[in-house]
């Protein structure tokens, strides 16, 4: 550094340019578009199945095996998030993306689809419509912001359901997964005992349980998370609106 | 009446004085070379880098003073942000300056601005290392011993029949040993301090790591490597002592490329020591060679919770090497092309 001009008292300033907000290109938004677009048809799908069964059978019971196949498949389909956030072309953090599809993924098919005696059970069906109208109403806020016309109604739902449906949906898992214990426990499930060639072992019953402990940090945080941000969120645009 | 003692006195004073000496003619006074440097003093005034606060003023600072005096004289008005969890620097989004920086080098004027940011409690990395190393040592030992409610009672106190599980513990303790007499005499760190929020992560993990290790091998139920037996246990030892008299030499080249108390940085080259050579190939060698250990160690106790620990530790190396790498050929121009962070040609 060279030693600064003798007098000068002012310090030199810094210029800061306006960040310009690098979005995703025309060929990444269209991909974007249509993949928002196919979930959201994805998940209307499921809710129409979930709709029809209840009328068909006119209980709520036992409606998991009318939408298992699309839940599965959409569900399992939402992984490419992790991707499009790795890749760059959705501003999201890979981590917490990660960590929110995979816990999905994870009741999905390492609870729900391999513990079959607990697909009857009602706490099945509470997380099950909780997840739809969540998903539906996320893909198409997706889907209307990457178009740039997003309608304020889908906005406040996206911010405003979750009130409701979070606390629902958690509420499903925590029984679904409770459920399963005294079956994993029984049937030693994924499980591997000692000894073994490997010298390792594990125990799916207790990672069940561990599983079941950690919703009691996370879930407040993630609940607290989107408050705040639907403070943020809807509440700019109402100042907006009273100008 | 005055004026007569006037004249009077003066010329008493002519009388009674002695004859002047004439002073010597003054020596001509060569004209100075130098134009006579005022000293400027600084003014320092540290804002918030937040809030812009001003949080302190200080005047008639001497302009050779290094940033870490300028830290001593802000503790002294603020006594609980102690130096080393004052972060300085002339822009709030800004780098933090080094301690050695001199103010009057820095493109300030005489009265210098500086943003100030709160890095948090700190620690020592002496601290940090050496919780962190004493846990796996002590905890290892505990189930080796088999200390009472970790196994079924009946196996208390008792010890494998394996002799693999003896050579394991006794490479193991010897592994945390050496980092933490390392860590006492041979490093030469560049901070003094880290967050303290790290001890609580660096010893969850170490420490986690240690204890489910450490069940496996010595649990009664443990099974001695099947795949090629003895053999595979001796040629496992011998990767293991070999990495860790390399990661040794490494720690020592690089103790050698610093005078004590100094925070300078040099390229690391190959000494006469022949583990030292892989610096050849290598930017980052004491990981190449504690990874070296670890698959050594591995392939000792054929236990996968090892395996999975080298995997993580492998993980987090690369990433530093990969820092490190970047800063050498940052810093240095002539930097050998030839080297790779952490594996040779491959990573």
């Avoid at chain 2, 001497?62 to 002294?76: C, D, L, Q």
Wanted: charge should be positive; glycine fraction near 4%.
């Amino acid at each position: 550094m060279t030693a600064p001009a003798m007098g000068t008292t002012k310090t030199t300033h810094i210029d800061v340019a306006p960040k310009k907000k690098k979005g995703p290109g025309a060929l990444a938004t269209a991909y974007l578009v249509i993949y928002n677009v196919v979930m959201t048809a994805g998940w209307l799908v499921i809710a129409v199945g979930l709709v029809r069964a209840y009328l068909a059978r006119g209980s709520y019971h036992g409606l998991y095996y009318s939408i298992e196949k699309p839940l599965k498949f959409f569900q399992t389909g939402a992984l490419l998030e992790i991707l499009h956030c790795a890749v760059g072309i959705v501003p999201s953090s890979v981590v917490l993306t990660g960590f929110q599809v995979l816990s999905r993924v994870f009741l999905t098919w390492a609870v729900t689809h391999s513990v079959r005696e607990v697909q009857s059970e009602d706490s099945v069906l509470l997380f099950v419509s909780a997840w739809t109208i969540t998903e539906i109403i996320r893909y198409s806020f997706y889907t209307f912001s990457l178009l740039n016309h997003l309608p304020y109604l889908i906005k406040w739902a996206r911010y405003t359901f979750f009130l409701v449906l979070y606390p629902m949906g958690v509420t499903g898992e925590l029984l679904t997964i409770y459920a399963a214990l005294p079956y994993v426990q029984k049937t030693g499930l994924y499980s591997i005992t000692l000894p073994n060639k490997y010298n390792f072992s594990f125990d799916y019953h207790t990672f069940l349980i561990l599983t079941m402990v950690s919703y009691i940090p996370l879930f407040p945080q993630l609940y607290f998370h989107m408050m705040r941000q639907r403070k943020k969120v809807l509440c700019h645009v109402e100042e907006f609106k009273t100008e | 009446m005055d004026a007569v003692v006037f004249k009077g006195a003066s010329h008493k004073e002519s009388l009674l004085a002695p004859a002047p000496v004439l002073p010597p003619p003054p020596a001509k006074r060569p004209k100075a070379k130098k134009a006579k440097k005022a000293v400027v003093f600084f003014e320092v005034e540290i804002l918030d880098a937040k809030t812009k606060d001003k949080l302190c003023f200080l005047d008639k600072v001497e302009p050779n003073a290094t940033i870490g005096e300028i830290k001593s004289m802000f503790h002294k008005s603020h006594p609980h942000w102690y130096p080393t969890r004052q972060s300085i620097r002339l822009d709030p989004k800004g780098k933090s300056l080094k301690d050695e920086d001199i103010l009057q080098h820095l493109p300030v004027g005489t009265t210098a601005t500086f943003y100030f940011r709160d890095l948090g409690a700190q620690i020592s990395w002496v601290t940090v290392f050496l919780t962190e190393y004493a846990g796996p040592l002590l905890l290892y030992l505990m189930f080796y011993f088999r200390v009472p409610f970790i196994y079924a009672p009946k196996y208390d106190f008792t010890t494998s029949k394996h002799w693999v599980v003896h050579l394991a513990c006794m490479c193991h303790s010897f592994h945390y040993l050496k980092r933490l007499l390392e860590t006492l005499f041979v490093h030469r760190f560049s901070h003094g301090t880290m967050p303290l929020r790290n001890i609580f992560k660096n010893c969850t993990y170490y420490w986690g790591f240690a204890a489910w290790m450490a069940y496996y091998i010595n649990h009664p139920l443990y099974t001695p490597p099947t795949i090629y037996g003895e053999q595979q246990v001796k040629m496992a030892l011998v990767i293991f002592l070999f990495c860790q008299i390399g990661n040794f030499s490494i720690h020592i080249a690089l103790r050698n490329l610093r005078p004590p108390g100094s925070k300078t940085r040099k390229i690391p080259y190959p000494t006469k020591n022949p583990f030292t050579w892989i610096f050849l190939l290598v930017s980052c060698p004491n990981y190449t060679y504690e990874l070296g250990s670890w698959l050594g160690f591995t392939l000792m106790t054929q236990c996968l919770p090892v395996a999975f620990f080298t995997a993580v530790g492998f993980i987090q190396m690369t990433v530093w090497a990969k820092g490190k790498h970047r800063s050498y050929l940052k810093e240095f121009r002539d930097y050998p092309p030839l080297r790779s962070p952490i594996l040779p040609f491959i990573l």
